[in-house]
């Protein structure tokens, strides 16, 4: 079912810590495993999950307005509203806890963020489908920063033009998914439905809108 790409690459620099960088051509894409450890993995989740205001959005689908399979919300820096899934986001204002998570994943990624989305999986039926995050308001190149909490889901990464370039991975609790470079250009990724799946997982992907 999936091409026998290897699934790492050794880390290419010293900077790049403990990352893996997942043998992906097209892409720059780097997994830092235990970035947080259980027991603030476990603290993180607890305080996101009761204090986070999530949302229901809703979506237009072929003429119907359908609620999105996932509860979502979008902090940041004042002024920098944000439009996904033909949804307009103004930001909730930064919390510590969020900025304490936005400090230690700028200080491996490099780059600055002023926004973050929040997507509450509440359990398996939740889902993300199958998308770039290549809106214009991202730039070029967009460094996306992706922090879990909670359940572990399958994250599936696909080529656009090669269709039979796949790869999945775990998304564990406490690790931080760096995409950057020409990822968004080709390839897609999505969090499937779970079945299996009953607890609830929190994901922030940390965002620099212009
Ligand atoms: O939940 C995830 O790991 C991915 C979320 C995602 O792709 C997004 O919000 O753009
Ligand atoms: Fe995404």
């Not at 620099?13 to 450890?37: C, T, W």
């Not at 269709?163 to 950057?180: D, N």
């Not at 968004?184 to 997982?201: D, L, N, S």
């Amino acid at each position: 079912m999936y091409t026998q790409l290897s699934l790492w690459e050794e880390p290419k620099a010293e900077s790049q810590k403990h990352g893996q960088q997942l043998s992906l051509p097209d892409a720059e894409v780097i997994m830092y495993r235990d970035f947080f450890n259980n027991n603030e993995s476990n603290e993180i989740f607890a305080e996101l999950y009761g204090t986070i205001n999530w949302k229901q959005e809703v979506t237009l689908l072929f003429g119907k307005q359908v609620a999105i399979p996932r509860l979502t919300a979008w902090y940041g820096d004042a002024g920098k509203s944000y439009t996904y899934s033909n949804i307009k986001m103004e930001p909730n204002l930064w919390t510590p806890t969020l900025i304490t998570i936005k400090s230690k994943i700028e200080a491996i990624a490099g780059t600055v963020f002023n926004s973050v989305l929040l997507n509450l999986y509440r359990d398996g039926k939740d889902s993300v489908a199958w998308h770039s995050d290549d809106e214009s308001e991202l730039g070029e190149n967009p460094a996306i920063g992706s922090v879990s909490f909670g359940a572990t889901r399958r994250f599936m990464l696909r080529h656009k033009y090669q269709k039979e370039m796949k790869l999945e991975i775990q998304l564990t609790p406490g690790s931080f998914l760096l995409m950057k470079g020409q990822t968004q250009h080709f390839w897609q990724h999505q969090i499937p439905k779970a079945a299996k799946v009953t607890e609830p997982r929190i994901n922030l992907t940390f965002r620099k809108v212009r």
